[in-house]
Every structure is written in structure tokens, then in C-alpha cells.
């Protein structure tokens, strides 16, 4: 736990074609972190869609941002276009190096494996991409969330939320973590047991597999490319 009287600097990726929920299910939490300060950080300064077309605004360009004391990495389709650009690995990069914690959700660990922080890490990410974290150097670890020293992992979408619950526990206290969660009304009761593939039916598997097969073979064709600049085995 970080002191309290501690204050944190706490600051989120912002990038078109981000899934937003990756995104606001963390702001829920980590905004309200005690004695903290949170903004989120784009490219440049101006509006993005998410992918499913929602206006989102950052605060300010990534040069703007001071030294994070948390970097939140966050997903969706719109990761792979910053896969192999150098401004937004740089950034991410630079800010882990001086950053207590870093919190992954969905294929935002993809991004942090792409700037190189991933090599001997456990992680996860979402379902469709998991297979890819060796590509980095990771070893996957099916989990809602895994915590590897000051790296927070969350899994697909909506784990963001639990990822960041753990953090806030991190860094202020279990009971700090439970205030936030009871604010929020945190208590979820899905109507199907389908969050995940192995619990889903096989047909509502293979069709949503199908739906992602194009977007997780780009994935991975970047990951294998990544993999040999990264000096990581590529995996058979």
C-alpha cells in the first residue's frame, strides 16, 4: 500500500478504437482513488470514436502528461494499429519506467508486450488473444486478473473493473477498494452463465470466434513480426 499522504498521479491511454469499457470501468475506480489526480492522454488533444463509435475526449496529448505514478493501458480493436507505432511504445514505455504500478486491461497487454514490458511477466488478456502473450514473452495465466509485482493484468472488458478494484486495494487499502466498490453498486449477477468460453455453449464460442477470426489473425501475424524484433522464440 502506498501512504496516503502520498498523492498519485494516475493516468489512462486514450486511442481511437479503444473499447471504452476498458476504459470508463476503470475510470469508475481509479477516479475516485483517494488524494489522486486522474487524466486520460490521446495521440494529440482532440476527440476519438471508440469502436463502437462512442465520442471520447482525453485531457491532454501524451506529451503532456507528468511522470505517472499508475499507467491504465487499456483495449480493444484499435490496439492494433499502435502495435508498431513508435511514439505510443515510447510513451508507454517511459512512463512504466517510472510508474509504481501498470494495469493492463483486454489487449492493452498486447501494447505493453509490444513496448517490450512483458518479457518473464505473467499475464492475461482477453479470451480471443490469449495465445498470444508467449509472442511477447509472457506466460498466460487464465485468470479475471493477475497481479505480477507492480503489473495489474485484467482480462477481457469487463474484468477492468475487478483489475482495478485490486489496484485501488493496492494502493490504499482493502477498505478504501470496498468503499469504492459499494459506491458503485459493484455486485454483478449476470443473467447467463457465457462470460467466458469455457462456460459459454460451444456454438456461441465458435460463432464469436468466427466473428474475431480476421482481427485475431492480423493479431498475430504483428505478433510474430514483434516477436523477432523483441528477441522472443516464437512459439510453434
Not at 480493444?76 to 505510443?88: C, I, N, S, Y
Not at 505493453?112 to 492475461?124: D, E, M, N, V
Request: aromatic residues 6%; glycine residues 10%; proline residues 7%.
Amino acid at each position: 500500500m502506498i501512504p496516503h499522504d502520498v498523492h498519485l498521479q494516475i493516468g489512462s491511454l486514450l486511442f481511437d478504437g479503444v473499447d471504452q469499457i476498458d476504459l470508463t470501468g476503470p475510470f469508475e475506480v481509479l477516479s475516485r482513488i483517494p488524494n489522486s489526480t486522474y487524466r486520460i492522454y490521446g495521440k494529440t488533444s482532440g476527440a476519438v470514436r471508440d469502436v463502437r463509435g462512442l465520442r471520447l475526449m482525453p485531457d491532454g496529448a501524451l506529451a503532456d502528461a507528468p511522470p505517472l505514478d499508475v499507467l491504465h493501458v487499456p483495449g480493444g480493436f484499435g490496439q492494433e494499429a499502435l502495435m508498431e507505432d513508435t511514439e505510443v511504445l515510447g510513451w508507454i514505455r517511459q512512463q512504466a519506467a517510472g510508474a509504481c504500478r501498470i494495469f493492463s486491461v483486454c489487449t492493452g497487454a498486447l501494447l505493453c508486450g509490444a513496448a517490450g514490458l512483458l518479457k518473464g511477466r505473467r499475464a492475461t488478456t482477453h479470451w480471443a488473444s490469449f495465445h498470444l502473450l508467449p509472442f511477447f514473452g509472457a506466460t498466460p495465466v487464465n485468470e479475471r486478473v493477475v497481479v505480477d509485482g507492480s503489473y495489474v493484468f485484467a482480462a477481457g472488458v469487463t474484468a477492468g473493473i475487478d483489475g482495478a478494484l485490486r489496484l485501488a486495494a493496492e494502493l490504499r487499502g482493502d477498505d478504501a477498494a470496498r468503499s469504492i466498490q459499494l459506491y458503485m453498486a459493484y455486485a454483478p449477477e449476470p443473467p447467463f452463465d457465457s462470460g467466458t468460453p469455457e462456460t459459454a455453449p460451444p456454438a456461441v464460442v465458435a460463432q464469436a470466434r468466427q466473428a474475431m477470426s480476421a482481427m485475431t489473425a492480423r493479431r498475430e501475424d504483428t505478433a510474430r513480426r514483434l516477436a523477432a524484433r523483441l528477441g522472443v522464440a516464437v512459439p510453434g
